[in-house]
């Protein structure tokens, strides 16, 4: 059974860094192109960064552009997201999500990142 | 950005009701619809690609209709396990954007 799992998040003051991951099982992770999206408290979906299969191509919304970094590492079937500069509205529940033909085909459970002094 | 602007925001139906939400793009994107399903600490969804294929495993009460700039995600025969929020996504274009919403609630 495909499953994403993810970690990495918690509580960190603003300007600070965090590095989620997302560890992928039941299938082999390089097949597919991944991205990260969030949800903010009371909000909805947003969509974040995007991956190609082997790294070559990179996306980010202009919201996170600058300070995080999306990456991956087939060989440990896992994918990641550096968090620089966090700000108060970062605070979110993050979610990894395979890139299917058309949609976002299977995500994690997600994991909270909360940015607060 | 493709701005996605759904409707309603909520809605409360009866089991076995008929249920439509829409979504407008701005501007078109011909069939680059997605519509998920997200229920309280559970991952998203994707029901619905292409804005009117359904995907595998997905119960054909579930469907989605349009083209160009306005979609229609239909349930017909509202069932219990239902509870969530729907979104509709567009991936015509970076950045995928997404609608802000439908709170589905059974009265």
């Known amino acids: 059974e495909l499953q994403l799992v993810e970690s990495g998040g918690g509580l960190v003051q603003p300007g600070g860094s965090l590095r989620l991951s997302c560890a992928a099982s039941?299938?082999?992770?390089?097949?597919?192109?991944m991205n990260w999206l969030r949800q903010a408290p009371g909000k909805g979906l947003e969509w974040i960064s995007y991956?190609?299969?082997?790294?070559?191509?990179?996306y980010y919304a202009d919201s996170v552009k600058d300070r995080f970094t999306i990456s991956r590492d087939n060989a440990e079937n896992s994918l990641y997201l550096q968090m620089n500069s966090l700000r108060v509205e970062d605070t979110a529940v993050y979610y990894c999500?395979?890139?299917?033909?058309?949609?976002?085909?299977?995500w994690g459970q997600g994991i909270m990142v909360a940015v607060s002094s | 950005d493709i701005h996605m602007t759904q409707s309603p925001s909520s809605l409360s139906a009866s089991v076995g009701d008929r249920v439509t939400i829409t979504c407008q793009a701005s501007p078109d994107i011909m069939n680059y619809l997605n519509w998920y399903q997200h229920q309280p600490g559970k991952a998203p969804k994707l029901l619905i690609y292409?804005?009117?294929n359904l995907k595998e495993g997905v119960p054909p009460r579930f469907s989605g209709s349009g083209s160009g700039t306005l979609f229609t995600f239909t349930i017909i025969g509202l069932q219990p396990e239902d509870i969530a929020t729907y979104y509709c996504q567009q991936y015509y274009n970076l950045p995928y954007t997404f609608g802000q919403g439908t709170k589905l609630e059974i009265k």
């Open positions: 991956i190609s299969k082997t790294s070559g191509t990179i």
């Open positions: 292409d804005a009117s």
């Open positions: 039941g299938f082999t992770l390089s097949t597919y192109s």
């Open positions: 999500a395979t890139m299917g033909v058309t949609g976002f085909d299977d």
